[in-house]
């Protein structure tokens, strides 16, 4: 079946850095594109990342554009969102995302992120 296990998240102070990670099985990988969503308490669900399937083309929120940098590596099954200049706005639960195609798609159990000093 498919599985996510993310790993990354943690306790930064402002201006930090963290890298999250986002290891998946029980699919073909490398043929669907990969996206980061996240959760603040109180308020919805949003995208922050995406990446296409090569690699090449992505996609960013206004909010972390020139901040964060999605990428992937398909040998591994890995995807991964590097967040640098940390605010802490950003302090939400991280969550790793794929659409399958015809209402399959499927979320990471989230790893949180906290951004304080």
């Known amino acids: 079946q498919v599985q996510f296990v993310e790993s990354g998240g943690g306790l930064v102070q402002p201006g930090g850095s963290l890298r999250l990670s986002c290891a998946a099985s029980?699919?073909?990988?490398?043929?669907?594109?990969m996206s980061w969503y996240r959760q603040a308490p109180g308020k919805e669900r949003d995208l922050v990342a995406a990446?296409?399937?090569?690699?090449?083309?992505?996609k960013y929120a206004d909010s972390v554009k020139g901040r964060f940098t999605i990428s992937r590596d398909n040998a591994k099954n890995v995807v991964y969102l590097q967040m640098n200049s940390l605010k802490p706005e950003d302090t939400a639960v991280y969550y790793c995302?794929?659409?399958?195609?015809?209402?399959?798609?499927?979320w990471g159990q989230g790893t949180q992120v906290t951004v304080s000093s």
């Open positions: 990446i296409a399937t090569s690699g090449i083309k992505t």
């Open positions: 029980g699919f073909i990988f490398e043929s669907y594109v």
């Open positions: 995302y794929a659409d399958l195609g015809l209402d399959d798609d499927y």
